[in-house]
C-alpha cells in the first residue's frame, strides 16, 4: 500500500465479503478512501494498521466510526475487509 492507494470502502457486517455477481448491482454505499502509512505490501491472510483519508467533502461518511466492519472495493470486487479501531 504505497502512496496513493485509493480504493472504495463499503460499512456493512463481516458477512458481505463477497462481490456482487456479474451484471447485478453492487450493494452498499461506496465511499472514497485513501489509505495512508502503514505497510507497503499486505499479501493474502496478512493484517496491518492503516490510515484511511476521507476524500469528499460532502460525501456522508457518517457510517465510519469505531467498530464499524467495512469491505474494501475496487469495483465490485472486495480486495480486503476491516473494522474501524
Given at each position: 500500500?504505497?502512496?496513493?492507494?485509493?480504493?472504495?470502502?463499503?460499512?456493512?457486517?463481516?458477512?458481505?465479503?463477497?462481490?456482487?455477481?456479474?451484471?447485478?448491482?453492487?450493494?452498499?454505499?461506496?465511499?472514497?478512501?485513501?489509505?495512508?502509512?502503514?505497510?507497503?505490501?499486505?499479501g493474502?491472510?496478512?493484517?496491518?494498521?492503516?490510515?484511511?483519508?476521507?476524500?469528499?467533502?460532502?460525501?456522508?461518511?457518517?457510517?465510519?466510526?469505531?467498530?464499524?466492519?467495512?469491505?474494501?472495493?475496487?469495483?465490485?470486487?472486495?480486495?480486503?475487509?476491516?473494522?474501524?479501531?
Open positions: 500500500m504505497e502512496g496513493h492507494y485509493q480504493p472504495h470502502v463499503v460499512v456493512g457486517p463481516p458477512t458481505d465479503r463477497t462481490p456482487a455477481p456479474s451484471g447485478s448491482e453492487t450493494p452498499g454505499n461506496y465511499l472514497g478512501v485513501e489509505f495512508y502509512g502503514g505497510a507497503h505490501h499486505i493474502p491472510g496478512q493484517t496491518a494498521e492503516i490510515q484511511l483519508v476521507l476524500l469528499y467533502e460532502g460525501v456522508n461518511y457518517s457510517a465510519v466510526v469505531r467498530g464499524a466492519t467495512f469491505t474494501v472495493r475496487e469495483g465490485p470486487a472486495v480486495v480486503g475487509y476491516g473494522c474501524v479501531i
